[in-house]
Antibody, heavy 122, light 108 residues
Framework: EVQLVESGGQLVQPGGSLRLSCVAS????????MHWVRQSPGKGLEWVSR????????MYADSVEGRFSISRDNAKDTLYLQMDSVRGEDTAVYYC???????????????WGQGTLVTVSS | SSALTQDPAVSVALGQTVRITCQGD??????VSWYQQRPGQAPKLVIY???KRPSGIPDRFSGSNSGNTASLTITGAQAEDEADYYC???????????FGTGTKVAVL
């Protein structure tokens, strides 16, 4: 069974830093691209970032570009999101998501963690 | 990134059919997937590659994508289908990923 377990969410002051982790199990982690998706309280889903299988390719939403950094440790089956210079609008539940794609680069998000809550407030 | 637009809310009588739409220019080029989110839960994939159902998803869920509009149809809606539904695809540049604005489905 595929499992994604996020951790690291907590209360952080504006301008501060935080690192989220996601431990994967039940599948070969190094075979899959991974993403972070967030959801602010009472709002919709927002894609944040993605990383390819070996970590050599990353991409970010404009709203977090230059402040957040995605990485992975395939030996530890773990995905990370380093969040720097956080702002109030970064308050959200952050989901770790597995990406499945076919040979034509069509993709979909087939597995989601339960999420970890980040609250940015003074 | 370009947006994907959905109606904020729709309602359907128990056992009837409801169609949820998702509009965006990128849908002319890229495939779409759909996610169901029940209150307090993580999103769950219900349709991928425009019209494919993952194993375990009831066949009352179906999808289509034509022109700039994708649709998710629930035929014979059940009480457990009451949830928020989001579409997802690439943006117009093809480099980023974008979710629709979400549709709240109420089953009456």
């Amino acid at each position: 069974e595929v499992q994604l377990v996020e951790s690291g969410g907590q209360l952080v002051q504006p301008g501060g830093s935080l690192r989220l982790s996601c431990v994967a199990s039940g599948f070969i982690f190094s075979d899959y691209w991974m993403h972070w998706v967030r959801q602010s309280p009472g709002k919709g889903l927002e894609w944040v970032s993605r990383i390819n299988t070996d970590g050599s390719g990353t991409m970010y939403a404009d709203s977090v570009e230059g402040r957040f950094s995605i990485s992975r440790d395939n030996a530890k089956d773990t995905l990370y999101l380093q969040m720097d210079s956080v702002r109030g609008e970064d308050t959200a539940v952050y989901y770790c998501v597995r990406d499945v794609r076919d040979t034509y680069s069509n993709y979909w998000f087939d597995s989601w963690g339960q999420g970890t809550l980040v609250t940015v407030s003074s | 990134s370009s947006a994907l637009t959905q109606d904020p809310a729709v309602s359907v009588a128990l056992g009837q059919t409801v169609r949820i739409t998702c509009q965006g220019d990128s849908l002319r080029v890229y495939s779409v997937s759909w996610y169901q989110q029940r209150p307090g839960q993580a999103p769950k994939l219900v349709i991928y590659y425009n019209n494919k159902r993952p194993s375990g998803i009831p066949d009352r869920f179906s999808g289509s994508n034509s022109g700039n509009t994708a649709s998710l149809t629930i035929t014979g809606a059940q009480a457990e289908d009451e949830a928020d539904y989001y579409c997802n695809s690439r943006d117009s540049s093809g480099k980023q990923y974008v979710f629709g604005t979400g549709t709240k489905v109420a089953v009456l």
